[in-house]
Antibody, heavy 121, light 107 residues
Framework: QVQLVQSGAEVKKPGASVKVSCQAS????????IHWVRQAPGQGLEWMGW????????NLAQKFQGSVTMTSDTSISTVYMELSRLTSDDTAVYYC??????????????WGQGTMVTVSS | DIQMTQSPSSVSASVGDRVTITCRAS??????LAWYQQKPGKAPKLLIY???GLQSGVPPRFSGSGSGTDFTLTISSLQPEDFAIYYC?????????FGQGTKLEIK
């Protein structure tokens, strides 16, 4: 079946970086954008950006430009989201998500299980 | 950025009730609106896309309507499994943005 499986929980110190993976299966990996959405504890959803796994092109919300890098490895159907210069405000669950139609402005149909990133000294 | 404002922020209702949640965009977004349901500890689940398209597998008691700046999600007859948080999301203008969420609680 179509699914996205993310890497496990991380605990990082302020100033460090974290890299979260999202492995796709059950569909043509290069046919759909992958989006990243985060959710701080008890808070709402925040869209971070997308990556086109086929071209490697990305589009990040301005807030995350300069601190977030998204990459893809088509050989293993996996995308990565790296967040650098972590602060306590980055403590959140990070989700990858795939759209319905394979366009950038899509509704998010398939979600990963989420990866909890905790930033603490 | 386009701001998405949901109302109410929380609502209490009983099984069998009809519930409507509203989402207003700070500027027109055509029909580029989706609705999601989220339960504690789980990823969001897509209910409605393109303002009124029912995602496959979602019960028909869920419906969406609207275009431009004003949108609604209606649950025609609440079931016990519907108590959750609901979010709207626009994908018309970059960056995509979510509403703040509406918590649907049991009365």
């Amino acid at each position: 079946q179509v699914q996205l499986v993310q890497s496990g929980a991380e605990v990082k110190k302020p100033g460090a970086s974290v890299k979260v993976s999202c492995q796709a299966s059950g569909y043509t990996f290069t046919g759909y954008y992958i989006h990243w959405v985060r959710q701080a504890p008890g808070q709402g959803l925040e869209w971070m950006g997308w990556i086109n796994p086929s071209s490697g092109g990305t589009n990040l919300a301005q807030k995350f430009q300069g601190s977030v890098t998204m990459t893809s490895d088509t050989s293993i159907s996996t995308v990565y989201m790296e967040l650098s210069r972590l602060t306590s405000d980055d403590t959140a669950v990070y989700y990858c998500a795939r759209g319905i139609f394979g366009v950038d402005n899509d509704a998010f149909h398939i979600w990963g299980q989420g990866t909890m990133v905790t930033v603490s000294s | 950025d386009i701001q998405m404002t949901q109302s109410p922020s929380s609502v209490s209702a009983s099984v069998g009730d009809r519930v409507t949640i509203t989402c207003r965009a700070s500027q027109g977004i055509s029909s580029w609106l989706a609705w999601y349901q989220q339960k504690p500890g789980k990823a969001p689940k897509l209910l409605i896309y393109a303002a009124s398209g029912l995602q496959s597998g979602v019960p028909p008691r869920f419906s969406g309507s609207g275009s431009g700046t004003d949108f609604t999600l209606t649950i025609s007859s609440l079931q016990p499994e519907d108590f959750a948080i609901y979010y709207c999301q626009q994908a018309n203008s970059f960056p995509w943005t979510f509403g703040q969420g509406t918590k649907l609680e049991i009365k």
